[in-house]
């Protein structure tokens, strides 16, 4: 059997699985993210490795185990010593305070430079692992003086669990080029920088076996990958043309295509297991349904049953911005808001405008991506947490103007690390192979012509808005 597991950016999810794909139990847990400032939002590495080691027990109890894959949230970053220890919490990817060091590095770089590492004019942003670098050597230098490794989350699990320090390549994407090499006119503008980055290995390569005293010990682990990277295998995406959409704290969109135009905004990542992903990570998605139910004094349950009996004339625009934007915009100062209120607005107008602005914010991403790629699909394979609710996901097919193939686990990524430790080990003979034999779906949700002009017009406004918003997001930046 094979154990997938994913420590994302709210809860580490965990499954054991058959040689067959199918899931036979579940684990999820979730932790607590810290926000002691504005722009800080930080979390535990040690609380990962807690509930990694308790997913591993209760998985495994009367199972043989084969191989567990692993993947994560990216962009969030431990510092750690050469005891491999965290020396600090760990910066998650919402956190903003690296925006000015990042500004500052990405200054020095030109587009054309830009677009030879990366294939598209892509900005070094404050959750960039250079910018994070900077900043921790320019305000902790002793930190930074002790520091061995700058590590995702999956990695700092995996050196744990086995004392191998390794990476995967598209979790390294914002320092490597696109032959998968690191860019050494980018890491030299921080001396040292370059030795603490991880050797780089490729998804399925066994790196090591879990280590005595811990569950699961002698069981051989893989390389793993980044969340979006695992959750394309684990929502069925393996073929040039196709289209992703997962859903979880942030939206993640993907396009798979071998064609390349650089396009402002998104991600053009070089090729890795024969597939070339266009991909654009938003900041907000299921993160803005959690905290407007939460406003509303709401569980999420009620709030999706209230938002289906919203008055459409009542729904203000809502742009989901709540700390800042990633992609196309990556802009840290936007701000998140509620434009057309009026005395007849109420909670149920409230939590459909949240479901709208992030099925907008998630239309800017693929309309970059198909401009990226050159390629317009017409179904797109949906996954995630996000894709439970059977009201967002016809929003969000009305809004792409597109049909939502919805995979039959929600947990992609979970699956996908799965199907990487059994490629690692044999079981299948490529990921190709396994995401087509083994990823089902239960549903496919069609655009309804009827709401198309109603969405054309909010879309519009939703991107007037931003820019319309900027100045005054300005004068709040802090």
């Not at 993210?33 to 990694?52: A, C, N």
């Not at 057309?340 to 149920?348: F, I, K």
């Not at 044999?426 to 779906?441: D, H, I, P, R, Y």
């Not at 549903?443 to 808005?465: G, I, N, T």
Request: net charge negative.
């Amino acid at each position: 059997m094979l154990i997938g597991i994913d420590v994302g950016t709210t809860a580490v999810k965990a499954a054991l699985f058959d040689e067959a794909g199918h899931a036979l139990r579940h684990f999820s847990e979730t932790y607590p993210t810290s926000r002691p400032e504005p722009g800080h939002v930080e979390q535990d590495p040690k609380i990962w490795m807690g509930l990694v080691t308790k997913a591993l027990f209760e998985l495994s109890q009367n199972a043989s185990i084969k191989a567990i894959g692993f993947c994560s949230q990216v962009n969030t970053h431990v510092f750690v010593d050469q005891n491999l220890e965290a020396l600090r919490p760990a910066f998650a990817w919402q956190d903003t305070r690296c925006a000015a060091d990042a500004a500052a590095l990405d200054s020095k770089i030109n587009g054309e430079d830009k677009i030879k590492w990366w294939g598209a004019p892509l900005p070094i942003d404050a959750s960039h692992m250079l910018a994070r670098m900077v900043y921790v050597a320019r305000t902790a230098p002793d930190l930074w003086a002790r520091t061995k490794f700058v590590l995702a989350p999956k990695d700092y699990c995996l050196a744990a669990l086995t004392g191998e320090v390794v990476a995967d390549p598209m979790t390294h994407f914002g320092i490597l080029d696109q032959s998968l090499s690191l860019i050494d006119p980018l890491l030299d503008l921080l001396e040292g920088a370059k030795a603490h980055v991880p050797k780089i290995a490729p998804f399925t390569k066994q790196i090591g076996f879990i280590k005595q005293g811990n569950p699961c010990a002698g069981v051989p682990i893989v390389t793993g990958a980044m969340d979006a990277w695992s959750g394309l295998f684990g929502a069925g995406v393996s073929e040039e043309g196709q289209g992703l959409y997962l859903s979880g704290t942030s939206e993640i969109l993907g396009l798979i295509s071998s064609q390349k135009h650089p396009t402002p905004g998104v991600i053009a990542f070089a090729p890795c297991e024969e597939l070339t992903l266009h991909a654009g990570p938003t900041q907000s998605g299921g993160a803005s349904a959690a905290w407007c139910a939460n406003l509303l004094s709401m569980k999420l349950p009620e709030f999706f049953s209230e938002a289906a009996h919203a008055d459409l004339d009542h729904v203000p625009l809502f742009l989901p911005h709540l700390e800042g934007e990633r992609a196309p915009l990556w802009d840290a100062s936007a701000k998140g808001s509620f434009t057309g209120l009026t005395s007849a607005t109420g909670p149920r107008e409230l939590a459909r405008a949240v479901l709208e602005g992030v099925a907008y914010s998630a239309r800017l991403v693929f309309e970059r991506l198909e401009a990226s790629g050159k390629r317009a699909p017409s179904i797109i394979h949906h996954s995630g947490g996000g894709s439970c609710s059977d009201l967002w996901c016809q929003i969000r097919s009305d809004v792409l103007g597109k049909a939502l193939k919805r995979t039959a686990t929600s947990d992609a990524g979970v699956l996908g690390a799965a199907l990487m430790a059994g490629v690692g080990v044999g079981l299948f003979s490529s990921l190709a192979q396994a995401t087509k034999e083994f990823v089902l779906f239960n549903r496919v949700f069609e655009p309804q012509s009827a709401e198309h002009a109603y969405h054309v017009a909010r879309y519009q406004a939703y991107q007037l808005a931003y820019e319309q918003l900027k100045p005054v997001n300005a004068a709040f930046a802090r």
